[in-house]
């Protein structure tokens, strides 16, 4: 697990998995009103989304995920935010969720490993 680091005025980890034979860079911030994760294999931002849970009538939480740039067209992304903003829902978080992919391949095991990745290293 990535240590919390302290002299950046924001809580945040940075580290590096391999997912499917690539290096994967990860950062997770923590600030007072959403939290941000960055993941990539390509050393760029690649495609922003963002996910937060909706307030409803319901007694079921239901989630809104959008993309603010890059690849519309991948539902796969959309799915990994969809996913991780449960996970964080569930743990307590209120907080909505930016998260950025730029990764070599969006497949289900890159995507899972991503996800199991910044869960072990969550700091909401």
Known sequence: MASIEQHFP???RSFSVEIKGNK???VISGYNDHILVIATQ??????MLQARKEEGMTSEPTFHVSVIFGKRDEPMLTAC???LIEHMSSSGSARPLVLSLGLKDHSM???KGVVSSVLENRIW
């Open 81 to 83: 935010a969809r996913q």
């Open 24 to 26: 994967t860079d990860v």
């Open 10 to 12: 924001v809580p945040h």
């Open 42 to 47: 390509i050393g760029t931002m690649g495609t």
């Open 109 to 111: 095991e890159t995507l």
